[in-house]
């Protein structure tokens, strides 16, 4: 996002991205409000285990420190088959930490 919200911080990423798509992966600390905006500006849905999604796995979190990565984290997506590309973060329980990963092929 442009400017970063404010409440965002101790950003560190890596571009992952292998052959002809582009994977970005990014980890921050935020203020559950920084969380909030993120969310609506970008249109995040919440994502239901129930649903079926083509974009949603682990994020590679080991190309990330000092994440204290589990399976709890709420998710929140937004994807297009149509134009290939995903958004999706990952928010700890604390609501403090988000992992973010940006897919375009």
Do not use: C
């Not at 582009?22 to 919440?46: G, H, S």
């Not at 239901?48 to 990330?64: C, F, M, R, V």
């Not at 929140?76 to 609501?95: A, C, D, F, G, L």
């Amino acid at each position: 996002m442009d400017p970063i919200p404010y409440g965002v911080s101790n950003i560190q990423g890596h571009d992952i991205s292998g052959g002809f798509d582009m994977e970005i992966l990014l980890a921050f600390n935020a203020t559950p409000e920084a969380i909030d905006e993120i969310i609506a500006k970008n249109e995040l849905k919440l994502y239901k285990e129930d649903e079926a999604s083509y974009y949603i796995g682990d994020p590679n979190i080991y190309y990330l420190q000092n994440v204290n990565w589990s399976r709890s984290w709420t998710i929140y997506e937004k994807s297009s088959r149509e134009k290939v590309h995903s958004m999706t973060i990952w928010v700890n329980p604390q609501k403090d930490t988000v992992v973010f990963r940006f897919i375009s092929g």
